[in-house]
């Protein structure tokens, strides 16, 4: 690891990002200002009980993951939800038990347990964002800090219980789409051909080899019923 592993809380996203008001006055706290408030926990420093969940995403605006606030909001309304037991029960997605004979299901009890101890790495609260610096030599320490952060992603991936894949059908702020000149899409499909998506979803593919990680995809909406599984059997 060549840039501590920094989560935050699952309590503190709720209180921070929950509420729509909320959301829309902190949309912009990043890494930084979460360091600086001290609300983000080194990996080294979790209560022996913790939950540490990795969420992969596609960025929907070139300078700010989620301008909006879609992605933000499907994850915590989904896992508020999670934890207050709003789901029976949470099963591998058909094609998946289809594909691999295997069913892996999750009960609210349980998810209410995980998610009351569970810490979140979320690339724009956990690692460097030069895009967001106050000045040049600050936004120039910050490049290089986060270029530490991406090689050490294999890292946070090993150490991480759960794998989410946050993928809401989102249209992002910046990129044009060359065929209809209007302001590209954003889903499952176009998540799986950004590089580092794809880099990320390796190491998880690899390290299931010696460990157990639960496989998560939280599609479309926050009212559609989300996969889970084991992520060897995905």
């Given at each position: 690891?060549?840039?501590?592993?920094?989560?935050?809380?699952?309590?503190?996203?709720?209180?921070?990002?929950?509420?729509?008001?909320?959301?829309?006055?902190?949309?912009?706290?990043?890494?930084?200002?979460?360091?600086?408030?001290?609300?983000?926990?080194?990996?080294?420093?979790?209560?022996?009980?913790?939950?540490?969940?990795?969420?992969?995403?596609?960025?929907?605006?070139?300078n700010?993951?989620?301008?909006n606030?879609?992605?933000?909001?499907?994850?915590?309304?989904?896992?508020?939800?999670l934890?207050?037991?709003?789901?029976?029960?949470?099963?591998?997605?058909?094609?998946?038990?289809?594909?691999?004979?295997?069913?892996?299901?999750?009960?609210?009890?349980?998810?209410?347990?995980?998610?009351?101890?569970?810490?979140?790495?979320f690339d724009?609260?956990?690692?460097?964002?030069?895009?967001?610096?106050?000045?040049?030599?600050?936004?120039?320490?910050?490049?290089?800090?986060?270029?530490?952060?991406?090689?050490?992603?294999?890292?946070?991936?090993?150490?991480?219980?759960?794998?989410?894949?946050?993928?809401?059908?989102?249209?992002?702020?910046?990129?044009?789409?060359?065929?209809?000149?209007?302001?590209?899409?954003?889903?499952y499909?176009?998540?799986?051909?950004?590089?580092?998506?794809?880099?990320?979803?390796?190491?998880?593919?690899?390290?299931?080899?010696?460990?157990?990680?639960?496989?998560?995809?939280?599609?479309?909406?926050?009212?559609?019923?989300?996969?889970?599984?084991?992520?060897?059997?995905?």
């Open positions: 690891v060549k840039y501590n592993m920094y989560l935050i809380n699952t309590s503190t996203m709720f209180k921070l990002f929950a509420d729509e008001d909320d959301r829309k006055k902190n949309i912009k706290i990043c890494h930084q200002d979460l360091l600086q408030r001290g609300q983000l926990t080194r990996f080294e420093d979790l209560p022996l009980s913790s939950f540490v969940i990795f969420v992969s995403h596609e960025w929907s605006g070139f700010h993951p989620d301008p606030g879609r992605h933000i909001h499907v994850l915590c309304k989904t896992l508020r939800d934890r207050d037991g709003v789901y029976d029960k949470i099963e591998t997605e058909p094609f998946s038990v289809l594909s691999y004979h295997q069913n892996t299901t999750t009960s609210a009890s349980e998810w209410g347990e995980i998610l009351s101890t569970a810490y979140m790495w724009f609260w956990c690692q460097p964002q030069p895009t967001m610096a106050k000045d040049t030599n600050e936004s120039e320490r910050l490049q290089k800090e986060l270029g530490l952060a991406i090689e050490s992603m294999a890292s946070y991936v090993e150490r991480s219980d759960t794998v989410m894949i946050l993928v809401p059908p989102s249209v992002h702020d910046d990129r044009i789409d060359s065929q209809t000149g209007r302001k590209a899409f954003t889903c499909r176009t998540w799986r051909r950004r590089g580092l998506c794809v880099f990320e979803l390796f190491d998880v593919v690899l390290h299931a080899l010696c460990s157990e990680h639960l496989f998560c995809a939280l599609l479309y909406d926050v009212d559609t019923c989300l996969g889970s599984g084991s992520s060897n059997t995905h």
